[in-house]
């Protein structure tokens, strides 16, 4: 087991191709021991190489009521009325404190995701 730093695109693309190979290694072996050790490694390389954006609290909305079969009225009781459900889901007005904990009880949004993108 001959383990490197990740340090460019070409290291990335051989740990890759070496996790597909140990990908079916068996516990308490040195070759699980590699992946593991690999897949940090990548895992931490990608971070900084390939960060992830918040998400946008109103995707985050638009996705969640799709996913259950709602439509935009079906948000008035956490936003308000149909003109503030039109003003925040048009990206015109922002989600208060009170609105992110309504639709995160009540339609299980992450917190994360109705605070991420905000501004």
């Not at 109103?58 to 503030?84: H, N, T």
């Not at 925040?88 to 994360?112: F, T, V, Y």
């Amino acid at each position: 087991m001959t383990i490197r730093p990740i340090r460019n695109d070409s290291d990335h693309e051989s740990a890759l191709k070496r996790i597909r190979v140990l990908m079916s290694a068996q516990n308490d072996t040195p070759e699980r021991d590699e992946l593991e050790v690999l897949a940090t490694l990548v895992d931490i390389y990608e971070q900084e190489h390939f960060p992830i954006e918040a998400p946008d609290p109103v995707e985050a909305i638009k996705f969640r009521i799709e996913q259950m079969g709602l439509e935009r009225k079906d948000l008035e009781p956490f936003l308000g009325s149909r003109a503030r459900v039109s003003e925040i889901m048009n990206k015109r007005r922002g989600l208060s404190l009170a609105m992110i904990r309504a639709l995160h009880e009540n339609l299980e949004i992450p917190l994360d995701a109705l605070i991420g993108g905000e501004g």
